[in-house]
């Protein structure tokens, strides 16, 4: 008689602690299901580990590409390009002066063909560039030119004159 007591509060006990980690699972999934069915709980669960690994594997891409970026930009340097209706918006920023970085920029432009219709810069403590370039005057682009072939040559420039520099 007690051997079965002590089953029926061991069984107890193992009930409640599934319980309880059901419940925990249900919280950790952020799962919109009410009832504590074993099945929709695990469900849930399921989908929050693929929303996870989704998201880690995002955030691995966006490390790679960040870390490919490091190496073509060796220094501390900001370039973004946009594309505007007419031409590119090109932004190229560095906290430290880079004397002779505006003419190897300015040779990737040439090559690629684009014509600078306005620009600003500043080579004072930093260096600053904000240029709008386009079509050149005979409206002849090389081929179809997207705003990452134009970031990608004003990055070839920078590696460029970076080796350049160092070897000096």
Known sequence: ME??????????????????????????SNSSSSSMSKTSIVVDASKYI?????KVERLNQEI????????????PMQ?????????FLINV??????????????QAFEELGLDVHDAR????DSFQLEAIGGENIEGQVEGNIDAQMVK???LQAINNWSESNEQK
């Open 93 to 106: 920023y560095s906290e430290k002066n880079c004397s002779g970085l505006l003419v190897s920029i300015l």
């Open 3 to 28: 051997d079965k007591k002590r089953s029926k509060s061991s069984r107890g006990r193992k009930k409640a602690a599934l319980y309880e980690k059901l419940q925990l699972l249900r919280d950790v």
């Open 50 to 54: 693929e929303e996870l690994k989704e």
């Open 152 to 154: 990608q040559s004003i």
């Open 79 to 87: 370039v973004t390009v946009e594309t505007l209706d007419k031409g």
């Open 64 to 75: 790679e590409t960040l870390q490919i970026s490091s190496v073509q930009n060796p220094l």
């Open 121 to 124: 810069v500043s080579c004072s």
